[in-house]
């Protein structure tokens, strides 16, 4: 016997989701979505949940189990009971319909923005109308570094969790970007450079904060995180430098380079870029509070001992700057 | 007792506070440290963006010093410690890739074999140290004072590179907290972003995300945070009076580093902590 508590929330009648406690027989075996649909036609025929493979294919079931996303289908109800109990909630960044049922739009508008379909040549940017509609055939090497992304099922769980999205419901988030990594690494997409230079934009590669939510809670193989890190790398290869982020590492592996560590008095102001005012005059509270303090780091930036062989190394990788 | 003291680039740049209460609470404890001062960056997840190969080698000729001085790598930085657990999975389970970095670490004369332990100080006073000998050295207890925890992602996420078995499930720093005579606030923000990674690209967004877990443990009537990642501190403190902006409220938290935490409860004098280099004044705590 475990009690499940389950959050409920009727657009109709309530103004806050309230939680609603199920005692239940969990059966050998069973999964939370068992779990569900038994409390659903044994106890409660109102209460409302996604369904549709019953094998983590469909990605319709995400829920929250004790606090984050997880495929309801894909989870050993037993593995999930604490101390006689279990939460269930409906998956976070996105907004309540019915009980566990989210709306999912704002999540399919993103993927939209990352044009998630192939650019050959002759097709345009519109994914219709291509005249060439011959096969183009991909080496094994090639697709594994699009098999990671290729196997998303759309179920939100990494929009769940995210902190970024959480702060900002502009990001593009770590799923739509996975997609957009499927894409930008496609040796059959002719639609690199501008995909790339779209993504550096605002709200795009550079709002990932590394959390790892999204690796933690993808139910699949896609690690959305390091498609991102995937993303970034391939746009500093190509060389976007006008925004932040690719700013920020160019300043970051420079001062490597030069002396083995940070120097965060002169790093804010090579990621913001020097022509920048209006980035450079928001430095300054901060840097003139943390003067104050003493928190400023020493003026004169020291550099490691041994610093001959990481110039060295840095060397190998022609990474001087 | 003894350790490869890896001090990370803020503990001896923006957070120095970090360093000298590590080094005090260490001293304190009877715990060696040997710091490494001919070690690079960890890089923090950013220069392996440029170049994971790069990164990972810088991280390899860090493990083959401390492997030379057969000594276990000490972090104080949370960052620090998800890098360079991230960074040696990577290695030791390619041997190919040991192999290239072996032999760009040769002309230097290091070589990393793969076997360096590497732990951050809240493993190590919980794994290695233990709490219940902690316990015998507090002079001070926090008596009752409510301090949140704020893990960081790095100890956390992603979980095959924690060194927490189950990390959403981790009470490590509440059973530290406890241990030292606190009461830890329990709330969601604990295992939460601060947003730090992006305040240079998006301060908005990167602040915000600071202010939804401090508006939360105040909320619930936090004293104070404690975090073992000094790059959450800059945030958390060096931010907070645009956090509380953000989340107009006058937040008003000071933000601990771990070894201060134990530091106060240990008796140490708090100068010696750094506990006057707060944006966030920490003298209420201190009374
Ligand atoms: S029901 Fe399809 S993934 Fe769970």
């Known amino acids: ?5 389950i959050q409920r929330f009727n657009p109709e009648k309530d103004n806050v989701p309230c939680f609603k406690d199920y005692e239940l027989n969990v059966p050998e075996g ?14 409660d025929g109102t209460l409302t949940h996604r369904m549709s493979c019953r094998s983590a294919i469909c990605g319709s079931c995400a829920v929250r189990v004790n606090g984050h996303p997880k495929l309801a ?11 006689g109990r279990m939460k269930i909630e409906p998956i976070g960044n996105a907004k309540v319909l019915k009980d566990l049922v989210v709306d999912l739009e704002l999540f399919y508008s993103k993927f939209q923005k990352v044009k998630p379909w192939l650019i050959t ?5 519109t994914g219709q109308g291509s005249e060439n509609n011959k096969e183009r055939r991909q080496s094994p090497e090639d697709f594994h570094r699009i098999d990671a992304a290729s196997t998303c099922i759309m179920c939100a769980c990494c929009v769940s969790d995210c902190n970024s999205w959480a702060a900002n419901e502009k990001f593009l988030g770590p799923a739509a970007l996975a997609k957009a990594q499927r894409f930008v690494d496609d040796s059959r997409d002719v639609g690199t450079l501008k995909r790339i230079k779209d993504l550096s934009e605002a709200n795009g590669i550079w709002d990932c904060t590394h959390c790892g939510e999204c690796v933690e809670r993808c ?29 920020h590492v160019r300043g970051f592996v420079d001062f490597i380079y030069k002396s083995g560590r940070l120097n965060e008095n002169i790093l804010p102001v090579k990621s913001m870029g020097i022509f920048n005012i209006p980035g450079l005059l928001s430095l300054i509270p901060v840097g003139i509070r943390m003067f104050l303090k003493g928190k400023n780091p020493p003026i004169i930036h020291r550099h490691i001992d041994e610093m001959d062989d990481v110039r060295r190394i840095f060397r190998k990788f022609k990474q001087k700057t | 007792m003894k350790y490869a003291f890896y001090t990370g680039c803020v503990a001896k740049g923006a957070g120095r506070e970090l360093y000298s209460s590590s080094v005090a609470v260490a001293k304190r404890l009877g715990i060696e440290l040997h710091e490494l001062t001919n070690v690079s960056c960890c890089g923090a997840g950013v220069i392996s963006e440029k170049d994971p190969l790069l990164s990972d080698t810088l991280n390899a000729r860090t493990f083959a010093i401390a492997e030379e001085l057969n000594l276990g ?3 104080i930085c949370g960052t620090c410690q998800g890098v360079m657990v991230k960074a040696q999975k990577g290695i030791d389970g390619d041997t190919k890739r040991k192999d290239n970095i072996n032999e760009i670490l040769k002309d230097g004369g290091h070589r990393y074999k793969g076997k360096v332990k590497i732990k ?27 301090a949140a925890p704020f893990y960081g992602c790095y100890l956390l996420r992603p979980s095959v590179y924690s060194n927490f078995s189950s990390p959403d499930r981790t009470t490590a720093l509440e059973d530290l907290i406890t241990v030292l005579g606190g009461e830890p606030v329990n709330y969601e923000g604990k295992s939460k972003c601060c947003g730090f990674p992006i305040v240079m690209m998006n301060k908005e967004s990167s602040l915000a995300m600071s202010g939804i877990s401090l508006k939360e443990a105040k909320e619930k009537d936090a004293d104070c945070l404690v975090t073992p990642c000094p790059l959450c501190h800059l945030n958390l403190d060096s931010y907070q009076p645009e956090i509380d902006k953000i989340v107009q409220t006058k937040l008003n938290l000071p933000i601990l580093h771990l070894p201060q935490l134990v530091g106060i409860a240990l008796g140490i004098d708090p100068k010696e902590l750094g506990m006057n280099k707060h944006i966030v004044s920490t003298e209420m705590l201190l009374k």
């Open chain 1, 1 to 5: 016997m475990a009690i499940f508590s």
């Open chain 2, 120 to 146: 951050h100080l809240l493993h190590i006073l919980i794994e290695d140290f233990g709490l219940d000998k902690l316990k015998t050295f507090v002079k001070k207890p926090l008596r009752g004072l409510k």
């Open chain 1, 121 to 125: 040549e002759g097709s345009g940017v």
């Open chain 1, 30 to 43: 069973a999964t939370v979505l068992d779990c569900l649909n038994l409390i659903k036609w044994t106890q």
């Open chain 1, 219 to 247: 139910p699949a193989e896609v690690k959305p995180m390091d498609r991102i890190i995937s993303l970034r790398t391939t746009s500093l290869k190509i060389g976007i430098w006008n925004n932040n982020g690719a700013r």
């Open chain 2, 73 to 75: 790598i000490m972090n």
């Open chain 1, 73 to 83: 289908c894909k989870t050993q109800a037993a593995d999930e009971i604490i101390g």
